[in-house]
Protein backbone atom coordinates (compact mmCIF):
# COMPACT_ATOMS: atom_id res chain seq x y z
CA UNK A 1 0.00 0.00 0.00
CA UNK A 2 1.05 3.19 -0.79
CA UNK A 3 2.54 5.54 2.70
CA UNK A 4 0.35 8.72 2.78
CA UNK A 5 3.50 10.68 2.52
CA UNK A 6 4.22 9.15 -0.95
CA UNK A 7 1.13 10.51 -2.46
CA UNK A 8 2.68 14.19 -3.30
CA UNK A 9 4.86 12.07 -5.94
CA UNK A 10 1.40 10.20 -7.39
CA UNK A 11 -0.26 13.05 -7.54
CA UNK A 12 2.40 14.99 -9.38
CA UNK A 13 1.81 12.32 -12.61
CA UNK A 14 -2.20 13.27 -12.20
CA UNK A 15 -2.54 16.32 -15.02
CA UNK A 16 -5.64 17.69 -13.78
CA UNK A 17 -4.00 18.50 -10.16
CA UNK A 18 -1.74 21.21 -10.92
CA UNK A 19 -4.34 22.90 -12.42
CA UNK A 20 -6.93 22.71 -9.43
CA UNK A 21 -4.21 23.37 -6.97
CA UNK A 22 -3.23 26.81 -9.48
CA UNK A 23 -7.29 27.49 -9.73
CA UNK A 24 -7.38 27.52 -5.65
CA UNK A 25 -4.57 29.70 -4.74
CA UNK A 26 -5.25 32.49 -6.76
CA UNK A 27 -9.36 32.21 -6.24
CA UNK A 28 -8.03 31.47 -2.38
CA UNK A 29 -10.49 28.44 -1.91
CA UNK A 30 -9.87 25.27 0.19
CA UNK A 31 -9.81 22.44 -2.25
CA UNK A 32 -9.52 19.06 -1.21
CA UNK A 33 -9.14 15.18 -2.84
CA UNK A 34 -11.88 13.20 -1.05
CA UNK A 35 -13.27 9.78 -1.57
CA UNK A 36 -12.39 6.81 -3.85
CA UNK A 37 -9.52 8.70 -5.30
CA UNK A 38 -7.34 8.21 -2.08
CA UNK A 39 -8.62 5.10 -1.36
CA UNK A 40 -7.57 4.22 -4.86
CA UNK A 41 -4.18 6.25 -4.74
CA UNK A 42 -3.28 4.02 -1.42
CA UNK A 43 -4.02 0.67 -3.08
CA UNK A 44 -2.11 1.51 -6.15
CA UNK A 45 -4.69 1.32 -8.27
CA UNK A 46 -5.16 3.02 -11.44
CA UNK A 47 -6.39 6.71 -11.07
CA UNK A 48 -8.71 8.00 -13.60
CA UNK A 49 -11.04 10.52 -12.54
CA UNK A 50 -11.01 12.56 -9.75
CA UNK A 51 -13.40 13.80 -6.34
CA UNK A 52 -13.19 17.06 -4.97
CA UNK A 53 -14.70 19.09 -2.58
CA UNK A 54 -14.34 22.83 -2.28
CA UNK A 55 -14.94 25.61 0.06
CA UNK A 56 -17.69 27.57 -1.19
CA UNK A 57 -19.94 27.23 -4.30
CA UNK A 58 -19.06 24.08 -6.36
CA UNK A 59 -19.96 25.62 -9.32
CA UNK A 60 -18.34 28.57 -9.75
CA UNK A 61 -15.17 26.29 -9.17
CA UNK A 62 -16.13 24.13 -11.62
CA UNK A 63 -16.82 26.58 -14.53
CA UNK A 64 -13.65 27.87 -13.76
CA UNK A 65 -11.75 24.52 -14.40
CA UNK A 66 -13.51 24.04 -17.69
CA UNK A 67 -17.02 23.18 -19.16
CA UNK A 68 -19.00 21.42 -16.75
CA UNK A 69 -22.74 20.05 -16.03
CA UNK A 70 -24.78 19.45 -13.12
CA UNK A 71 -25.21 16.03 -11.51
CA UNK A 72 -27.00 16.94 -8.09
CA UNK A 73 -27.88 20.60 -8.00
CA UNK A 74 -29.08 20.33 -4.72
CA UNK A 75 -25.81 18.98 -3.11
CA UNK A 76 -23.85 21.83 -5.75
CA UNK A 77 -21.83 19.05 -7.41
CA UNK A 78 -21.00 19.03 -11.14
CA UNK A 79 -18.77 17.60 -13.09
CA UNK A 80 -15.60 18.44 -15.39
CA UNK A 81 -13.59 16.68 -18.10
CA UNK A 82 -10.00 17.67 -18.11
CA UNK A 83 -8.42 16.11 -20.98
CA UNK A 84 -8.93 12.57 -20.41
CA UNK A 85 -9.76 12.78 -16.88
CA UNK A 86 -13.24 13.84 -15.11
CA UNK A 87 -13.30 15.58 -12.08
CA UNK A 88 -16.43 15.41 -9.68
CA UNK A 89 -16.63 19.16 -8.16
CA UNK A 90 -18.19 19.61 -4.72
CA UNK A 91 -19.22 22.52 -2.79
CA UNK A 92 -18.93 22.52 0.85
CA UNK A 93 -20.41 26.03 1.02
CA UNK A 94 -19.91 26.90 4.84
CA UNK A 95 -19.65 23.07 6.09
CA UNK A 96 -16.02 22.23 7.39
CA UNK A 97 -14.30 18.84 5.52
CA UNK A 98 -14.58 16.67 8.63
CA UNK A 99 -18.74 17.69 8.55
CA UNK A 100 -18.54 16.66 4.68
CA UNK A 101 -16.44 13.04 5.96
CA UNK A 102 -19.12 12.40 8.81
CA UNK A 103 -21.96 11.70 6.26
CA UNK A 104 -19.84 9.32 3.56
CA UNK A 105 -20.22 5.82 3.47
CA UNK A 106 -17.94 3.99 4.39
CA UNK A 107 -14.73 4.79 6.52
CA UNK A 108 -12.42 3.69 3.36
CA UNK A 109 -14.09 6.46 1.44
CA UNK A 110 -14.07 9.14 4.33
CA UNK A 111 -10.81 10.36 4.03
CA UNK A 112 -9.60 13.61 2.39
CA UNK A 113 -5.93 15.53 1.15
CA UNK A 114 -5.68 19.28 1.10
CA UNK A 115 -3.97 19.87 -2.05
CA UNK A 116 -2.91 23.62 -0.73
CA UNK A 117 -1.35 22.85 2.95
CA UNK A 118 -0.63 19.03 1.53
CA UNK A 119 -2.22 17.94 4.99
CA UNK A 120 -4.22 14.44 5.09
CA UNK A 121 -7.23 14.23 6.99
CA UNK A 122 -8.18 10.51 8.39
CA UNK A 123 -10.85 11.13 11.21
CA UNK A 124 -12.37 7.60 10.89
CA UNK A 125 -9.25 5.63 10.58
CA UNK A 126 -9.96 4.36 6.88
CA UNK A 127 -6.03 3.94 6.17
CA UNK A 128 -6.41 1.22 8.95
CA UNK A 129 -9.19 -0.47 7.71
CA UNK A 130 -7.88 -0.07 4.11
CA UNK A 131 -4.68 -2.31 5.36
CA UNK A 132 -6.97 -4.30 7.32
CA UNK A 133 -9.19 -5.41 4.06
CA UNK A 134 -12.31 -4.20 6.10
CA UNK A 135 -15.32 -2.18 5.02
CA UNK A 136 -16.70 -0.53 7.60
CA UNK A 137 -19.56 1.85 7.66
CA UNK A 138 -18.98 5.36 9.54
CA UNK A 139 -22.55 4.70 11.08
CA UNK A 140 -26.38 3.68 10.66
CA UNK A 141 -27.58 6.87 10.08
CA UNK A 142 -25.65 7.13 6.98
CA UNK A 143 -26.94 3.81 5.73
CA UNK A 144 -30.93 4.93 6.91
CA UNK A 145 -29.83 8.01 4.49
CA UNK A 146 -29.22 6.59 1.12
CA UNK A 147 -30.10 2.79 0.86
CA UNK A 148 -27.81 2.45 -2.32
CA UNK A 149 -25.06 2.50 -0.13
CA UNK A 150 -25.60 -1.03 0.90
CA UNK A 151 -25.22 -2.19 -2.91
CA UNK A 152 -22.11 -0.28 -3.03
CA UNK A 153 -20.83 -1.69 0.27
CA UNK A 154 -21.36 -5.88 -1.52
CA UNK A 155 -19.30 -3.78 -4.81
CA UNK A 156 -16.35 -2.72 -2.57
CA UNK A 157 -16.34 -6.38 -1.15
CA UNK A 158 -15.68 -7.76 -4.47
CA UNK A 159 -14.02 -4.95 -5.90
CA UNK A 160 -11.10 -5.31 -3.48
CA UNK A 161 -11.56 -8.77 -1.49
CA UNK A 162 -12.49 -7.17 1.33
CA UNK A 163 -14.12 -8.12 4.27
CA UNK A 164 -17.34 -6.37 5.61
CA UNK A 165 -17.14 -5.84 9.33
CA UNK A 166 -19.77 -7.99 11.25
CA UNK A 167 -22.19 -4.96 12.94
CA UNK A 168 -21.70 -3.63 9.39
CA UNK A 169 -22.73 -6.85 7.62
CA UNK A 170 -25.96 -6.82 10.13
CA UNK A 171 -26.84 -3.13 9.43
CA UNK A 172 -26.89 -4.06 5.70
CA UNK A 173 -28.97 -6.83 6.32
CA UNK A 174 -31.14 -5.20 8.89
CA UNK A 175 -32.24 -2.06 6.11
CA UNK A 176 -32.02 -4.70 2.59
CA UNK A 177 -35.67 -4.33 2.77
CA UNK A 178 -35.66 -0.75 2.14
CA UNK A 179 -33.28 -1.01 -0.49
CA UNK A 180 -36.25 -1.23 -3.00
CA UNK A 181 -36.74 2.94 -1.84
CA UNK A 182 -34.25 3.47 -3.95
CA UNK A 183 -34.72 4.62 -7.34
CA UNK A 184 -34.21 1.65 -9.66
CA UNK A 185 -32.06 3.27 -12.17
CA UNK A 186 -29.64 3.89 -9.20
CA UNK A 187 -29.77 -0.12 -8.33
CA UNK A 188 -29.48 -0.84 -12.19
CA UNK A 189 -26.36 1.07 -12.29
CA UNK A 190 -25.62 -0.52 -8.73
CA UNK A 191 -25.48 -3.91 -10.64
CA UNK A 192 -23.64 -3.08 -13.38
CA UNK A 193 -21.34 -2.07 -11.46
CA UNK A 194 -21.35 -4.99 -9.38
CA UNK A 195 -21.16 -7.28 -12.08
CA UNK A 196 -18.57 -5.84 -13.46
CA UNK A 197 -16.09 -7.21 -11.00
CA UNK A 198 -13.82 -9.54 -12.16
CA UNK A 199 -14.65 -11.27 -8.00
CA UNK A 200 -18.45 -10.51 -8.53
CA UNK A 201 -19.44 -13.54 -6.78
CA UNK A 202 -17.90 -12.00 -3.53
CA UNK A 203 -20.87 -9.83 -3.79
CA UNK A 204 -23.46 -12.12 -3.24
CA UNK A 205 -25.01 -11.81 0.05
CA UNK A 206 -28.51 -13.99 -0.13
CA UNK A 207 -30.67 -12.02 2.15
CA UNK A 208 -29.89 -8.73 0.28
CA UNK A 209 -30.47 -10.26 -3.52
CA UNK A 210 -33.37 -11.39 -2.41
CA UNK A 211 -34.94 -8.15 -2.29
CA UNK A 212 -33.29 -7.30 -5.59
CA UNK A 213 -34.60 -10.99 -7.24
CA UNK A 214 -37.14 -12.06 -5.16
CA UNK A 215 -37.34 -16.10 -4.91
CA UNK A 216 -33.34 -15.64 -4.49
CA UNK A 217 -33.26 -17.51 -1.16
CA UNK A 218 -35.60 -19.82 -1.70
CA UNK A 219 -33.24 -21.93 -3.47
CA UNK A 220 -31.68 -22.70 0.06
CA UNK A 221 -34.82 -25.07 0.07
CA UNK A 222 -33.44 -27.22 -2.79
CA UNK A 223 -30.66 -29.73 -2.38
CA UNK A 224 -27.63 -28.70 -4.26
CA UNK A 225 -26.06 -32.11 -5.32
CA UNK A 226 -22.64 -33.59 -5.36
CA UNK A 227 -20.38 -30.22 -4.37
CA UNK A 228 -23.07 -27.60 -2.54
CA UNK A 229 -25.04 -28.04 0.50
CA UNK A 230 -28.15 -26.84 -1.42
CA UNK A 231 -28.99 -24.90 -5.21
CA UNK A 232 -28.33 -21.53 -3.92
CA UNK A 233 -24.58 -22.50 -3.00
CA UNK A 234 -24.51 -23.73 -6.12
CA UNK A 235 -25.65 -20.56 -8.15
CA UNK A 236 -23.62 -18.74 -6.35
CA UNK A 237 -20.44 -21.66 -7.63
CA UNK A 238 -21.67 -20.89 -10.78
CA UNK A 239 -20.90 -17.68 -10.92
CA UNK A 240 -17.23 -18.15 -9.38
CA UNK A 241 -16.61 -21.01 -11.46
CA UNK A 242 -17.80 -18.69 -14.58
CA UNK A 243 -15.56 -15.87 -13.66
CA UNK A 244 -12.58 -18.09 -13.41
CA UNK A 245 -13.49 -18.45 -17.46
CA UNK A 246 -13.62 -15.08 -17.97
CA UNK A 247 -10.16 -14.95 -16.37
CA UNK A 248 -8.86 -18.22 -18.31
CA UNK A 249 -10.93 -18.81 -21.47
CA UNK A 250 -8.41 -21.48 -22.04
CA UNK A 251 -10.96 -24.13 -22.47
CA UNK A 252 -12.06 -23.17 -25.56
CA UNK A 253 -8.85 -23.43 -27.25
CA UNK A 254 -8.21 -22.24 -30.30
CA UNK A 255 -11.17 -20.09 -30.12
CA UNK A 256 -10.31 -18.42 -26.76
CA UNK A 257 -9.29 -15.10 -28.28
CA UNK A 258 -12.65 -14.71 -30.02
CA UNK A 259 -14.68 -16.19 -26.66
CA UNK A 260 -12.47 -13.25 -25.18
CA UNK A 261 -14.34 -10.26 -27.77
CA UNK A 262 -17.48 -11.51 -27.38
CA UNK A 263 -17.42 -11.35 -23.25
CA UNK A 264 -15.77 -7.99 -23.13
CA UNK A 265 -19.30 -6.14 -23.78
CA UNK A 266 -21.64 -8.97 -22.20
CA UNK A 267 -19.65 -10.11 -18.77
CA UNK A 268 -22.95 -8.65 -17.20
CA UNK A 269 -25.70 -10.50 -18.65
CA UNK A 270 -23.55 -13.37 -18.24
CA UNK A 271 -22.40 -12.97 -14.77
CA UNK A 272 -26.28 -12.37 -14.27
CA UNK A 273 -27.62 -15.38 -15.78
CA UNK A 274 -25.16 -17.68 -14.19
CA UNK A 275 -26.04 -16.26 -10.84
CA UNK A 276 -29.94 -16.49 -11.42
CA UNK A 277 -30.11 -19.96 -13.60
CA UNK A 278 -32.53 -21.82 -11.39
CA UNK A 279 -33.70 -19.26 -9.26
CA UNK A 280 -37.43 -20.96 -10.65
CA UNK A 281 -36.23 -24.72 -9.73
CA UNK A 282 -38.00 -24.29 -6.06
CA UNK A 283 -41.37 -23.20 -7.83
CA UNK A 284 -41.20 -26.28 -10.24
CA UNK A 285 -40.00 -28.83 -8.47
CA UNK A 286 -42.16 -32.40 -8.94
CA UNK A 287 -40.69 -35.56 -6.75
CA UNK A 288 -41.89 -38.59 -8.14
CA UNK A 289 -40.73 -41.31 -5.84
CA UNK A 290 -36.78 -41.40 -6.59
CA UNK A 291 -36.76 -38.78 -8.96
CA UNK A 292 -36.90 -34.91 -8.84
CA UNK A 293 -37.83 -32.84 -11.94
CA UNK A 294 -37.86 -29.38 -12.56
CA UNK A 295 -39.88 -28.96 -15.50
CA UNK A 296 -40.09 -25.67 -17.58
CA UNK A 297 -37.96 -23.90 -14.63
CA UNK A 298 -35.75 -22.19 -17.48
CA UNK A 299 -38.48 -20.96 -19.77
CA UNK A 300 -40.47 -19.47 -16.37
CA UNK A 301 -36.90 -17.72 -15.35
CA UNK A 302 -36.55 -16.31 -18.50
CA UNK A 303 -40.03 -14.54 -18.60
CA UNK A 304 -39.80 -13.94 -15.07
CA UNK A 305 -36.72 -11.69 -15.58
CA UNK A 306 -37.81 -9.88 -18.43
CA UNK A 307 -40.44 -8.70 -15.97
CA UNK A 308 -37.87 -8.07 -13.33
CA UNK A 309 -35.35 -6.55 -15.33
CA UNK A 310 -38.00 -3.90 -16.72
CA UNK A 311 -38.48 -3.12 -13.02
CA UNK A 312 -35.00 -2.58 -12.84
CA UNK A 313 -34.61 -0.35 -15.59
CA UNK A 314 -32.15 -2.98 -17.65
CA UNK A 315 -32.40 -1.92 -21.41
CA UNK A 316 -33.73 -3.87 -24.12
CA UNK A 317 -30.81 -4.86 -25.36
CA UNK A 318 -29.82 -6.37 -21.64
CA UNK A 319 -33.04 -8.45 -20.83
CA UNK A 320 -33.29 -10.17 -23.83
CA UNK A 321 -30.08 -11.29 -23.40
CA UNK A 322 -29.77 -12.23 -19.70
CA UNK A 323 -33.75 -13.82 -20.98
CA UNK A 324 -32.24 -15.77 -24.06
CA UNK A 325 -29.88 -17.39 -21.51
CA UNK A 326 -31.98 -18.23 -18.75
CA UNK A 327 -34.58 -20.09 -21.37
CA UNK A 328 -31.90 -22.05 -23.25
CA UNK A 329 -29.23 -22.75 -20.43
CA UNK A 330 -30.05 -26.64 -20.31
CA UNK A 331 -29.88 -27.33 -24.01
CA UNK A 332 -26.34 -27.96 -24.02
CA UNK A 333 -26.41 -30.10 -21.43
CA UNK A 334 -29.36 -32.30 -22.93
CA UNK A 335 -27.52 -32.57 -26.43
CA UNK A 336 -24.17 -33.85 -24.59
CA UNK A 337 -26.47 -36.45 -22.57
CA UNK A 338 -26.39 -37.69 -26.37
CA UNK A 339 -24.43 -40.21 -28.02
CA UNK A 340 -23.70 -38.07 -30.62
CA UNK A 341 -24.35 -34.32 -31.38
CA UNK A 342 -25.82 -34.33 -35.18
CA UNK A 343 -25.02 -31.83 -37.72
CA UNK A 344 -28.77 -31.51 -37.87
CA UNK A 345 -28.81 -30.54 -34.02
CA UNK A 346 -26.01 -28.07 -34.01
CA UNK A 347 -27.51 -26.60 -37.13
CA UNK A 348 -30.54 -25.98 -35.28
CA UNK A 349 -28.72 -23.75 -32.31
CA UNK A 350 -26.46 -21.87 -34.10
CA UNK A 351 -28.97 -20.68 -36.56
CA UNK A 352 -31.52 -19.95 -33.54
CA UNK A 353 -28.58 -18.13 -31.13
CA UNK A 354 -26.23 -17.14 -33.84
CA UNK A 355 -22.90 -15.83 -31.51
CA UNK A 356 -24.85 -16.54 -28.34
CA UNK A 357 -23.90 -19.96 -28.71
CA UNK A 358 -20.55 -19.18 -27.18
CA UNK A 359 -22.69 -17.33 -23.75
CA UNK A 360 -24.72 -20.57 -23.72
CA UNK A 361 -21.60 -22.26 -23.83
CA UNK A 362 -19.88 -20.11 -21.23
CA UNK A 363 -22.66 -20.83 -18.85
CA UNK A 364 -22.73 -24.46 -19.59
CA UNK A 365 -19.64 -24.89 -18.53
CA UNK A 366 -19.95 -22.78 -15.41
CA UNK A 367 -22.85 -24.64 -14.77
CA UNK A 368 -21.16 -28.20 -14.75
CA UNK A 369 -17.86 -27.41 -12.92
CA UNK A 370 -20.45 -25.79 -10.31
CA UNK A 371 -22.27 -29.12 -10.13
CA UNK A 372 -19.14 -31.95 -10.63
CA UNK A 373 -16.63 -30.15 -9.15
CA UNK A 374 -14.11 -29.85 -11.86
CA UNK A 375 -13.92 -29.71 -15.81
CA UNK A 376 -15.78 -32.24 -17.69
CA UNK A 377 -14.26 -32.83 -21.14
CA UNK A 378 -16.82 -34.25 -23.01
CA UNK A 379 -18.96 -31.09 -22.46
CA UNK A 380 -16.25 -28.81 -23.07
CA UNK A 381 -15.35 -30.53 -26.64
CA UNK A 382 -19.21 -30.48 -27.38
CA UNK A 383 -19.14 -26.73 -26.86
CA UNK A 384 -16.04 -26.12 -28.60
CA UNK A 385 -17.76 -28.15 -31.30
CA UNK A 386 -20.58 -26.36 -31.46
CA UNK A 387 -18.87 -22.62 -31.28
CA UNK A 388 -16.53 -24.13 -34.10
CA UNK A 389 -19.91 -24.82 -36.23
CA UNK A 390 -20.91 -21.44 -35.36
CA UNK A 391 -17.71 -19.82 -37.01
CA UNK A 392 -17.68 -22.05 -39.92
CA UNK A 393 -21.24 -20.79 -40.76
CA UNK A 394 -20.93 -17.18 -39.37
CA UNK A 395 -21.93 -15.70 -43.08
CA UNK A 396 -24.83 -18.55 -43.70
CA UNK A 397 -26.04 -17.27 -39.92
CA UNK A 398 -26.36 -13.43 -40.37
CA UNK A 399 -28.17 -13.47 -44.00
CA UNK A 400 -31.32 -15.10 -44.45
CA UNK A 401 -31.80 -16.93 -47.63
CA UNK A 402 -35.42 -15.29 -48.40
CA UNK A 403 -37.26 -12.28 -47.35
CA UNK A 404 -40.71 -10.85 -47.44
CA UNK A 405 -40.25 -9.01 -51.00
CA UNK A 406 -39.40 -12.71 -52.29
CA UNK A 407 -43.28 -13.72 -51.44
CA UNK A 408 -44.64 -10.95 -52.60
CA UNK A 409 -42.29 -10.76 -56.21
CA UNK A 410 -42.53 -14.42 -56.80
CA UNK A 411 -45.32 -15.45 -55.63
CA UNK A 412 -47.55 -12.43 -55.94
CA UNK A 413 -48.00 -12.54 -52.01
CA UNK A 414 -49.26 -9.97 -49.97
CA UNK A 415 -48.45 -9.48 -46.27
CA UNK A 416 -51.10 -11.20 -43.94
CA UNK A 417 -51.55 -13.74 -41.25
CA UNK A 418 -50.10 -16.40 -42.88
CA UNK A 419 -47.34 -14.45 -45.02
CA UNK A 420 -44.94 -14.61 -41.70
CA UNK A 421 -46.11 -18.24 -41.11
CA UNK A 422 -44.33 -19.46 -44.49
CA UNK A 423 -41.28 -17.36 -43.91
CA UNK A 424 -41.32 -19.23 -40.35
CA UNK A 425 -41.54 -22.42 -41.89
CA UNK A 426 -38.66 -21.66 -44.57
CA UNK A 427 -36.45 -20.72 -41.57
CA UNK A 428 -37.39 -23.80 -39.69
CA UNK A 429 -36.20 -26.10 -43.06
CA UNK A 430 -33.20 -23.91 -43.32
CA UNK A 431 -32.20 -23.97 -39.64
CA UNK A 432 -31.92 -27.90 -39.86
CA UNK A 433 -30.68 -28.05 -42.98
CA UNK A 434 -33.73 -29.46 -45.18
CA UNK A 435 -33.20 -26.16 -47.69
CA UNK A 436 -29.73 -25.11 -47.74
CA UNK A 437 -29.52 -22.41 -51.06
CA UNK A 438 -32.12 -19.77 -52.25
CA UNK A 439 -33.36 -21.94 -55.07
CA UNK A 440 -33.96 -24.66 -52.64
CA UNK A 441 -36.08 -22.51 -50.40
CA UNK A 442 -38.27 -20.82 -53.28
CA UNK A 443 -38.71 -24.91 -54.52
CA UNK A 444 -39.16 -25.64 -50.48
CA UNK A 445 -42.48 -22.57 -50.68
CA UNK A 446 -43.89 -23.78 -54.21
CA UNK A 447 -43.75 -27.43 -53.47
CA UNK A 448 -44.20 -27.99 -49.92
CA UNK A 449 -46.14 -24.82 -48.29
CA UNK A 450 -47.93 -23.33 -51.11
CA UNK A 451 -49.46 -26.39 -52.53
CA UNK A 452 -51.09 -27.00 -49.44
CA UNK A 453 -52.68 -23.72 -49.37
CA UNK A 454 -55.55 -22.69 -51.25
CA UNK A 455 -54.79 -19.17 -52.42
CA UNK A 456 -57.67 -16.64 -53.93
CA UNK A 457 -58.68 -13.10 -54.35
CA UNK A 458 -61.48 -11.62 -52.32
CA UNK A 459 -62.04 -8.15 -54.04
CA UNK A 460 -58.24 -6.15 -53.63
CA UNK A 461 -57.78 -8.47 -50.52
CA UNK A 462 -55.28 -11.30 -50.32
CA UNK A 463 -56.28 -14.44 -48.08
CA UNK A 464 -55.17 -17.88 -47.46
CA UNK A 465 -56.53 -20.80 -46.42
CA UNK A 466 -54.84 -23.62 -44.99
CA UNK A 467 -56.44 -27.09 -47.23
CA UNK A 468 -56.89 -29.52 -44.96
Same mark, same amino acid.
Given at each position: ?????????????????????????????? =?????????????????????????????????????????????????????????????????????????????????????????????? %??????? %??????????????????????????????????????????????????????????????????????????????????????????????? =??????????????????????????????????????????????????????????????????????????????????????????????????????????????????????????????????????????????????????????????????????????????????????????????????????????????????????????????????????????????????
Amino acid at each position: MVKKRSLESILRRVKPVKRIRQYAERAEKQ =VYLVGGVLRDILLEREIKDLDIAVSGKGEDFARALGKCFCLRKDMDEFRVRMGASTVDVLGLGTTEILSDLARRDYTINAMAYNLLDRRFIDPF %NGVKDLE %NGIIKAIGRKNIVDDKIRILRGLRFKAAFGFEIEDKTMELLKEYADTLLESPPERIHMELVSMFNQENSHLAIVPEIFDVIFPGFLRMRDVLGGK =VTKDLLGHSVLTLKMLNSIIKDPSLFKKYQRKVAGYIKERQVGLRLAALLHDIKKPDTMVVKGSEVHFYGHDKIASEWFKKRGKELKFSYREKEFISLLLENHMWIHLLAAQKEVTERAKRRMVFRLSEDVIGLSLIAMADQMASIGGVDEHLINVCNDIIAYYFKSKDEVEKPLIQGRDLIELFDLEPGPMFGRILTRVQVAYEEGAVRTKEEALKFVREKILKGLDIRKEGDNMYQKEVK
